[in-house]
Structures are given as structure tokens and as C-alpha cells.
């Protein structure tokens, strides 16, 4: 596709324009593209090089845990690198999607093993990389209160596994979120920056 090129030719263009439902410009992938070279010169990112680039939005806390979470959830197609079309299929759904398409990609994130529902230990651990990341002034300004991820996990079990299967499914996961905003704010919050 000749992502690693320095200038996308108007037909990959046009396919991410699609692809991306319109959601960026040409100018903006363009852009988009050029500050991708600029961390990932060869076109593709490493998971190495994803938990620097990473790091970089949250240098007070440990973002290593959570980044390789991102970084599993940003490479679709699970060969170890992200590159710039799944960058900016991620960037999509994570910063111009609508609520539901953030909470689906949040899903995906959350869930760990791909198989389509969220253990209770998937949850605990995406929830434990979150706190690992934050500051305690960070952990209770965004979450407003002082609950462990296993407690949170309760409460979120508790919320959005309608049959009590001690899993959550997608519909789950979707219906239990939107009934909060401040739920969907911290499912899906920093993811990208």
C-alpha cells in the first residue's frame, strides 16, 4: 500500500477516506500520515515503539501495561505491528466515532482472548493497567471514588451482565455503558490522545 512511503498517492487515499467513513479528510489523513513517519519512520510500529510513542501522554504513571492492551487492540490483523491504516481505522472509531463506536472498540480492548464476551479477570486487568497509568490526583478526579479495579468490576458485573452469566457480551457491554456517561467516559478514556 506504500504506507511507509512519505506521501500516500491519491487512490490510498481516497480508500482510507471510505474506510474510515468519512470521518477524516484527505488533508487530515495526510496529516495524520506525516506525523505517523515522524514516530514510526519506517510505516509501522513496533510494540516497543508503541509503549514509547505511548508513554510519552502518560510520563507520571506506568503506561506499559495498558499500551501493550491498546496496542493489541490497534493491530487487527495480529502480526505484531500496527501500521497506518490500522492506526487510523483505531484513530476512527477512538476520536471521531460515535459513543456505541467507542464502546465497540473499547469491547474489543477489553476483551482479551477475542472470543467475544469480557471475564471478570479480562476486566480486572484492563482496569489494573488503567490505575498503573494514573496518579492517585488522576485516579480520583476521573473516576471519583476510591474503589480497587476488582471492586469496580464487581459494580460493573453487577450493571451490564443482564443474564448473570458471568460474562459480558457486546449488546452487554453497550446497554450496561449507555446507561451512564460517566460510564462510557471510563471505559473508553485514554485510549488516544
Same mark, same amino acid.
Given at each position: 500500500?506504500?504506507?511507509?512511503?512519505?506521501?500516500?498517492?491519491?487512490?490510498?487515499?481516497?480508500?482510507?477516506?471510505?474506510?474510515?467513513?468519512?470521518?477524516?479528510?484527505?488533508?487530515?489523513?495526510?496529516d495524520l500520515h506525516k506525523d505517523f513517519l515522524r514516530d514510526c519512520p519506517s510505516?509501522?510500529?513496533?510494540?516497543?515503539?508503541?509503549?514509547?510513542?505511548?508513554?510519552?501522554?502518560?510520563?507520571? =504513571? #506506568? +503506561?506499559?501495561?495498558?499500551?501493550?492492551?491498546? /496496542?493489541?487492540?490497534? $493491530?487487527?490483523? &495480529? !502480526? *505484531?505491528?500496527?501500521?497506518?491504516?490500522?492506526?487510523?481505522?483505531?484513530?476512527?472509531?477512538?476520536?471521531? =466515532? #460515535? +459513543?456505541?463506536?467507542?464502546?465497540?472498540?473499547? /469491547?474489543?480492548?477489553? $476483551?482479551?482472548? &477475542? !472470543? *467475544?464476551?469480557?471475564?471478570?479477570?479480562?476486566?480486572?486487568?484492563?482496569?489494573?493497567?488503567?490505575?498503573?497509568?494514573?496518579?492517585?490526583?488522576?485516579?480520583?478526579?476521573?473516576?471519583?471514588?476510591?474503589?480497587?479495579?476488582?471492586?469496580?468490576?464487581?459494580?460493573?458485573?453487577?450493571?451490564?451482565?443482564?443474564?448473570?452469566?458471568?460474562?459480558?457480551?457486546?449488546?452487554?457491554?453497550?446497554?450496561?455503558?449507555?446507561?451512564?456517561?460517566?460510564?462510557?467516559?471510563?471505559?473508553?478514556?485514554?485510549?488516544?490522545?
Open positions: 500500500m506504500g504506507q511507509s512511503e512519505a506521501k500516500l498517492d491519491k487512490k490510498t487515499v481516497d480508500e482510507l477516506v471510505r474506510l474510515t467513513d468519512r470521518r477524516f479528510t484527505e488533508q487530515e489523513i495526510r510505516g509501522k510500529v513496533t510494540l516497543a515503539g508503541f509503549r514509547r510513542v505511548y508513554g510519552r501522554y502518560f510520563p507520571t =504513571g #506506568t +503506561a506499559d501495561e495498558f499500551s501493550e492492551h491498546v /496496542f493489541r487492540t490497534f $493491530d487487527i490483523n &495480529g !502480526d *505484531g505491528v500496527v501500521d497506518f491504516r490500522e492506526f487510523l481505522m483505531a484513530a476512527s472509531a477512538t476520536s471521531k =466515532g #460515535t +459513543a456505541e463506536d467507542k464502546l465497540r472498540w473499547a /469491547f474489543s480492548m477489553y $476483551d482479551m482472548d &477475542g !472470543d *467475544g464476551c469480557i471475564t471478570r479477570a479480562e476486566m480486572v486487568k484492563i482496569l489494573q493497567s488503567i490505575h498503573k497509568m494514573m496518579t492517585p490526583q488522576m485516579r480520583t478526579a476521573l473516576l471519583s471514588d476510591n474503589y480497587s479495579p476488582q471492586e469496580r468490576t464487581d459494580q460493573l458485573f453487577k450493571l451490564m451482565d443482564a443474564n448473570k452469566d458471568d460474562e459480558i457480551n457486546i449488546n452487554e457491554f453497550i446497554r450496561g455503558a449507555q446507561q451512564d456517561k460517566d460510564l462510557i467516559a471510563m471505559l473508553t478514556q485514554n485510549v488516544v490522545q
